[in-house]
């Protein structure tokens, strides 16, 4: 079956330091992804979309400056949280789709920013 | 802009009853619609989902009814049990769009 994994799944970061965090597709091949943030007690927020070999889309309020993502293969995604502050404390999910479309969502990682 | 809406914000229920959550979106292009479920501190789970071609699924003891014209669709959850308390979210896309997730219903279920 299709799968996706984030790692890691719990991570504290000082603020104003960086965290990378990685997303794997297993049992599909995974032709975009796409990355979302829930703040606490709020919705999830579409970050960017990623496609291979294309270039990434940030959505508003989002940036490449702030959210970097590779995606070098149709398996593995990674973004990195640049400078994280306060603001962004909260599940950062995966979503990874295949060649007909069906997305699958991996179970997040969860970002505490001290 | 929040393309997906979900009334009301929270919504609490007795046991045995049955919880209504409403969604309503504004892209007529979306055609598939799932539903999560997400406990605290846990990631979304699927819990059923539709596509624009039906009026209604059912799975247990969840059913959805969608009104294509209206742009709108409901989570009926019969028969609550206080395990059903949760957060759940509408979500909407097309093939060509990735599911844009609606604002949350934060449901409890009293015993």
């Known amino acids: 079956g299709a799968l996706v994994y984030q790692y890691p799944r719990r991570t504290i970061c000082k603020s104003g330091t960086s965290m990378r965090m990685e997303c794997q597709a297993v049992?599909?091949?995974?032709?975009?992804v796409a990355w979302y943030r829930q703040s606490p007690q709020k919705t999830f927020e579409l970050i960017a979309l990623?496609?291979?070999?294309?270039?990434?889309?940030?959505e508003q309020n989002f940036t490449q400056e702030k959210f970097p993502i590779s995606h070098p293969n149709l398996s593995f995604s990674s973004m990195t949280v640049l400078n994280a502050y306060l603001e962004d404390r909260g599940l950062y999910l995966c979503g990874a789709r295949d060649e007909v479309y069906e997305q699958y969502f991996g179970p997040g990682t969860r970002l505490t920013v001290l | 802009q929040q393309q997906v809406r979900q009334s009301p914000q929270s919504l609490t229920v007795w046991e045995g009853e049955t919880a209504i959550l409403n969604c309503s979106y504004e892209n007529s292009a979306f055609d598939y619609f799932p539903w999560y479920q997400q406990f605290p501190g846990e990631g979304p789970a699927l819990l059923i989902a539709?596509?624009?071609?039906?009026d209604k699924k059912e799975d247990g003891g969840f059913t959805i009814f969608f009104n294509k014209r209206e742009k709108n669709l409901s989570l009926h959850i019969k028969d609550s049990q206080p395990g059903d308390s949760a957060t759940y979210f509408c979500a909407a896309s097309n093939s060509g769009t990735y599911q844009r997730f609606g604002t949350g219903t934060k449901l409890q279920v009293v015993p």
């Open positions: 539709i596509r624009s071609v039906s």
């Open positions: 049992g599909f091949q995974a032709t975009s």
């Open positions: 990623s496609t291979v070999n294309s270039a990434i889309k940030y």
